[in-house]
């Protein structure tokens, strides 16, 4: 990091003029003083060299003319001037260590009487040029000039609450720490075993010790370096357009996305046994809402576990190791959680524990790799999968994409810290897709943390939450696809017209044939009454039809020019030639008897 201020507000720079112009108003105020002094220091150095004093040192009377000739030289105004230069140095060393002890308190946010002490010497080291690393650390990031980084002094360090730093301290031991070879007897054999195995004599090897610190003020030590610093926040990342192939070929790109963190506690999940007793029949149990009942919850998915997951469970489960859980009266007590909580041990996992690509000699950063892990189960789940199986066009209620969403999710979750419950029904029946949970009628081990090896979870990183967007094929297989079902679609929908069709059509010959008996019992009514005459007759005839015609249930299933065809009719019938005048109303019911009502 170049530092791009200007030089008076260095602090080098001050550490420069400021013993200066100390310097100077010493030699101002006492220079009357400090010239006797140096007159005094000269002529004893005159002295010494006239009577050759390092050749003839051993001749006693030498010795007795120099001690004779120095007290002669030591007068009064002497002896006060070095008093006085004496004493204002001690003074002012007093001063300036008062001082230095005063500003420490405030340079730096010490409150314990032994971090005080450490920020006071390294606060003098600074001043004499001997210090370490002198670094902030804001969001996981070192913010120091490189050089200062890799300094081994004693420093210091800031950091604030979502930060969490790693320092590295090389120890050197006689020996090898540890070797295949530890219990051979014969010492000649193993020193030769060894000469063979490392290819070179056997020499001191360095132990490294390792620490981690949280947020706060961390102070330094003499050879220790700082390794690398780890956000304990939230991290979320995505990668995006990422490739697969779906089991019937098809190369889909979607982007995928993590959610993870090192500071919080692991998630606990339930598992129960869906059958006999066996690895192969554990399956995590997820919990949703009732849709009848939202106060309660259902069980809305059974997935899976990994092999490795399984095989620990069912073997802690046949060891004992799993205890049943009971319920307390009394609520328990929780500990106030802290924003970002600090675990030493997975901060030194994270940052120590790291990869290397292939053909690449850098390791992988920590906040990196949990999306590696999540392309790969990514692009390894969507093989197992046609593409019309995840989307199923032609289900309308149906959709499997979301259930392959939320299992995805659960495995790239499972590869990091979590926690397991294992439950079963106290009826012995085992748990099913949309049983009601009745955490009362359930029997519940005490919780265990998965301990097997995992890609994440050995580098204490806890997967929140992960998942992928909408699968989107190339243009051309996507117009294909949509042309393929649109094309069922559309069969579906003639398929069904047609249907409609036939249906409506059996409906109307039905209505039909129903109107037709009901016309010929009101005409066959007609005719059995002979009371009438062939006029009178004739009237109740047209009556009777126009009634039916001018039906609305019926008036449907006739030609739409079944009134004129009666009023026609009925002219001829009754030799009536009169039209109906411009100013009456045109329509031909009106001249029917009873006046089209």
Request: proline residues 5%; aromatic residues 12%; contains cysteine.
């Amino acid at each position: 990091m170049m530092n791009d201020s200007p030089f008076y507000k260095r602090a080098r720079f001050w550490l420069v003029v400021i013993p200066v112009l100390f310097i100077l108003l010493f030699l101002t105020y006492f220079w009357k003083e400090i010239t006797l002094a140096n007159g005094y220091v000269g002529n004893i150095i005159k002295l010494l060299a006239e009577v050759q004093i390092f050749y003839r040192w051993i001749d006693p009377n030498v010795r007795f003319f120099v001690s004779q000739k120095s007290t002669a030289l030591f007068t009064e105004e002497i002896r006060r001037a070095f008093i006085v230069l004496n004493g204002n140095c001690m003074f002012g060393l007093m001063v300036f260590v008062l001082m230095l002890g005063g500003m420490s308190q405030f340079v730096l946010p010490v409150r314990k009487s032994n971090e005080r002490w450490r920020a006071f010497k390294r606060l003098v080291l600074y001043l004499l040029g001997y210090h370490g690393p002198a670094i902030f650390v804001k969001g996981g990031k070192i913010e120091s000039d490189m050089k200062e980084k890799k300094l081994k002094l004693p420093g210091v360090a800031l950091l604030d609450l979502s930060s969490a730093i790693v320092l590295e301290k090389s120890l050197p031991v006689k020996g090898y720490s540890s070797s295949p070879f530890a219990n051979d007897d014969d010492m000649e054999k193993r020193n030769e075993k060894i000469k063979d195995f490392l290819g070179r004599e056997k020499k001191a090897v360095p132990q490294v010790e390792i620490k981690a610190f949280g947020p706060g003020l961390v102070f330094t030590e003499f050879g220790q370096k700082i390794q690398g610093a780890v956000d304990l926040r939230k991290q979320v990342r995505s990668v995006p357009a990422v490739d697969a192939y779906t089991r019937d070929g098809i190369r889909v790109k979607s982007n995928v996305f993590t959610v993870f963190s090192l500071s919080e506690e692991p998630e606990t999940i339930y598992v129960t046994y869906i059958g006999e007793r066996t690895p192969e029949n554990l399956r995590a149990v997820f919990l949703g809402k009732n849709d009848q009942t939202p106060s309660q919850e259902v069980v809305i998915n059974l997935f899976k576990l990994n092999d490795a997951d399984a095989k620990e469970i069912h073997d802690n489960f046949l060891k004992g190791k799993l205890h049943l859980q009971f319920h307390s009266v009394g609520k328990e007590q929780k500990a106030p959680r802290q924003q970002f909580p600090f675990h030493e041990d997975r901060v030194i996992r994270a940052l120590y524990y790291s990869p290397h690509t292939v053909g690449d000699q850098n390791a992988v950063e920590w906040s990196v790799l949990p999306n590696m892990v999540a392309v790969e189960i990514y692009r390894n789940f969507i093989a197992q999968y046609s593409y019309d199986y995840m989307h199923k066009p032609n289900e309308p209620v149906e959709f499997p994409l979301t259930d392959i969403k939320s299992e995805f999710a659960f495995r790239v979750k499972s590869t990091g810290l979590m926690k397991y419950q294992l439950v079963s029904r106290r009826d012995g029946i085992p748990l099913a897709k949309g049983n009601l949970w009745e955490k009362d009628s359930m029997s519940l081990f005490q919780p265990m943390l998965f301990t097997n090896q995992q890609a994440l979870r050995d580098r204490g990183i806890k997967v929140i939450a992960a998942g992928f967007g909408e699968l989107t094929p190339p243009l051309e297989i996507s117009r294909g696809l949509m042309d393929n079902w649109k094309a069922h679609w559309e069969k579906e929908i003639h398929a069904k017209l047609a249907q409609r069709d036939l249906e409506s059509a059996r409906i109307r010959n039905h209505a039909r044939i129903q109107a037709q008996e009901e016309s010929s019992f009101v005409l066959s009514d007609v005719f059995k009454d002979d009371h009438f005459s062939e006029e009178a007759l004739t009237v109740r005839v047209f009556q009777a039809l126009e009634a039916a015609a001018t039906d609305v249930s019926e008036a449907r299933l006739l030609p739409s020019d079944t009134i004129n065809m009666l009023y026609s009719l009925y002219q001829w019938m009754l030799g009536d030639n009169q039209a109906p005048s411009k100013n009456e109303s045109s329509s031909p019911e009106d001249n029917l008897p009873g006046g089209g009502q």
